[in-house]
Nanobody, 119 residues
Framework: QVQLVESGGGLVQPGGSLRLSCAAS????????MGWYRQAPGKQRDLVAT???????NYADSVKGRFTISRDTANNTVYLQMNNLKPEDTAVYFC?????????????WGQGTQVTVSS
């Protein structure tokens, strides 16, 4: 199992920046893939960005060129740097850990952190 704690959300004006952090309770080097998802009111939870083996990264088209995912294996933390934020980025952002055991996938989630982009 792994516990995840997000931080760094808040209120920011359009065009501004935020950096989200996700602290994991165990070594993230042993986790298959870490990612960020977001959920706006009344909408489904969508993938934002993931980082996996050998730091392979994947981004939603809507955030490419604006968001950057990274990880610090020494501190078991994953980051999401968000630049040029837009009102449509407003959502609760969740950290995810994708793990496997005996070929079964197990997903773990943090409690979420609110990001609000508004003037």
């Amino acid at each position: 199992q792994v516990q995840l704690v997000e931080s760094g959300g808040g209120l920011v004006q359009p065009g501004g920046s935020l950096r989200l952090s996700c602290a994991a309770s165990r070594s993230i080097a042993t986790i298959y893939r870490m990612g960020w998802y977001r959920q706006a009111p009344g909408k489904q939870r969508d993938l934002v960005a993931t980082i996996g083996w050998r730091d392979a990264m994947n981004y939603a088209d809507s955030v490419k060129g604006r968001f950057t995912i990274s990880r610090d294996t020494a501190n078991n933390t994953v980051y999401l740097q968000m630049n040029n934020l837009k009102p449509e980025d407003t959502a609760v952002y969740f950290c995810n850990a994708e793990t496997y055991s005996d070929s079964r996938r197990y997903d773990y989630w943090g409690q979420g952190t609110q990001v609000t982009v508004s003037s």
